[in-house]
């Protein structure tokens, strides 16, 4: 497996693990409808803006991938209202991946990333309904926090995310290949 920072020319393959994650861990939870509706050509134009925009080494996407296919993705950047505190805002991978141990590697990467920025804690929203992402953010050291929001509607349906937070250490982005 191989994890470096993703380029503009990723955008449609980031596009494409969103909407396939999405469709896999967010069953039952959002509108299967809206689900299906999920354009990958407007998020990859959107993903393809954020890349270009984005300011390394306070704010990247990072992508995970298994013999030259992306397989996960994460972008990260300060928050508006609180810029020395970064929000993972997106952390998502093929549902095949799920439980292989590449999300734990990607997300060892972002905080190694997030530290080598200068930041020295992180925030991430996840869905309160999804059981396992908020099992694996806190086996990786995330703990949820007092932040609860309701966002919506998405065709209909309102959903509540919670906020995780995790300190940083500051330490082992040097010589990586996103670094």
Known sequence: MTIRRAGVEDAEAVAGVQVRSWRAAYRGIMPQSYLDGLDTARRADRWARWIGDADWPREAMLVAEEAGDMVAFASFGPLEDTPDVPEVAAFYSVPEVWGTGVNQRLMGAVTDALGAGGYTEAVLWVLSANDRARRFYA?????????????????GVYVHRVRFHRALDGAGAEGAPWG
């Open 139 to 155: 086996a990786q050291g995330w703990r949820a926090d007092d932040g609860v929001e309701r966002s919506g509607p998405i065709n």
